[in-house]
């Protein structure tokens, strides 16, 4: 059984109380229309947009693997949708769940070349390791 977690930016209004700036639980939507994430704790309105699901892998360094986390080996950003897609005679396959995309200088010539994607290749095989995230490190997003 895998643990369900999602982590979000503290929004503005809030950052201040807490220590840290990202908060972990269990989103939801309360009566003001704001996002917040519950947890043993009590819960935290965050930002929307920076709220991630925990893929259930652990890098390397049992650093959790967020969604929007950025991983080592070449530079890839985590994503949740359709991927690993083939296609086949009459219809293109593939399945819906997390994969890597590759980002950064070599982002292109990555993705040309064929480079794969799942998620689970990268964790067992390489053995990556969380650098960042594209919301505290935006400028991995960069290309040249």
């Keep these: 059984?895998?643990?369900?977690?999602?982590?979000?930016?503290h929004d503005s209004d809030t950052a201040m109380a807490?220590?840290?700036?990202?908060?972990?639980?269990?989103?939801?939507?309360?009566?003001?229309?704001?996002?917040?994430?519950?947890?043993e704790g009590g819960g935290a309105v965050v930002i929307p947009q920076t709220v991630?699901?925990?893929?259930?892998?652990?890098?390397?360094?049992?650093?959790?693997?967020?969604?929007?986390?950025?991983i080592h080996g070449f530079i890839f950003v985590v994503k949740f949708g359709k991927c690993g897609g083939v296609q086949n005679v009459e219809h293109e396959v593939g399945y819906v769940g997390f994969y890597v995309e590759p980002v950064g200088e070599n982002a292109k010539l990555l993705s040309d070349s064929g480079l794969r994607t799942d998620i689970l290749y990268w964790i067992n095989d390489v053995g990556v390791e969380v650098i960042g995230n594209i919301h505290d490190n935006p400028e991995l997003l960069e290309t040249n």
Aim: charged share 30%; aromatic share 18%; with cysteine.
């Design 52 to 70: 991630g699901q925990y893929t259930g892998l652990n890098d390397k360094n049992g650093t959790r693997i967020f969604e929007g986390d950025f």
């Design 18 to 39: 807490y220590k840290e700036s990202w908060c972990y639980g269990v989103p939801y939507v309360d009566c003001d229309g704001d996002y917040v994430l519950a947890n």
């Design 1 to 9: 059984m895998r643990e369900i977690l999602f982590r979000g930016k």
